[in-house]
C-alpha cells in the first residue's frame, strides 16, 4: 500500500512540475509579445488560458482522490496539501500571463508612447522569481526557496515605481489615460506573479521544513 501511494505522489510530482513548465513558457510569451508589441501572439496566449485551468482541475481532483483513498500522514500529507496551494498558484500565474496579453493586445492597437521605465527589469526578476521557485520544488531547496521570498521585495519596489511614473504622465497627457493605465496593470501582474512565486516557495519550505515562513511560530 505504501508502495503504492509512494508511486502515486510520484506521479503527481511529475505533472505539477509539467504544468509549471507550461506556465513558464506562457510567462515567457507574455514578455515577449510585451517587448515586441505583438498582438498576434498576445492573442495566442489569451485563446491557449484552457489548457491550464482544465490541468489544474485535474491535479486537484488526483490530490484529493490520493487523500481519499490512502489517508496519508506527515511527510506525505504535507506534500499533498503544499501541491494543492502550489496548483492553484500557477494557475493565477498563467491567468496573470493572460492578462498581460489582453493589455498588450489593447495597446498594440494604438500609437505608442514612451514611458520612462523598463519593464524589462521587472520582467525579468519576476520571471526569475517564478523559475526559481519550482527550481526549489524540484530539488527540495529550502535555501533557494528563502531567495524568492526576499526578492519579493525587490519587484514590489519597481511596482510603486511604475506607479508613480505613470501618475506623473496621466497628468502630463490626459488624453492618453487609457494606453497609460493598461501600463500600469502590466506592472501590476507582474507584481502579481511574483506574489504567486513567492507563495509557492513558501510552500516548497513547508514541504521540506513544516514551517510557514509567514507565521514561523507556527510548525506543522
Known sequence: MKRHLQSELEKLKKRI???????EERVRMAIKALEKRDGELAEKIIHADREIDEIEVEIEEECLKIIALHQPV???LRFLSAVIKINNDLERIGDE???????VSIIAKRPPLQINFDYAVMAEKAEAMLKNSLD??????????YKVILADDEVDDLNAEVY?????????QPDRVT??????????HFERIADHATNIA??????????IPRHPSLKA
Open 136 to 145: 526549489a520544488l524540484v530539488n527540495l531547496d529550502a535555501d533557494l526557496a
Open 179 to 188: 494606453y497609460l493605465i493598461n501600463l500600469l496593470l502590466i506592472a501590476r
Open 17 to 23: 512540475l509539467s504544468l509549471g513548465t507550461m506556465v
Open 164 to 172: 508613480d511614473r505613470v501618475k506623473e504622465m496621466i497628468k502630463a
Open 74 to 76: 506527515a511527510v506525505d
Open 97 to 103: 500571463a493572460v492578462n498581460i496579453a489582453q493589455r
Open 202 to 211: 513558501e510552500e516548497v519550505i513547508y514541504m521540506i521544513e513544516g514551517v
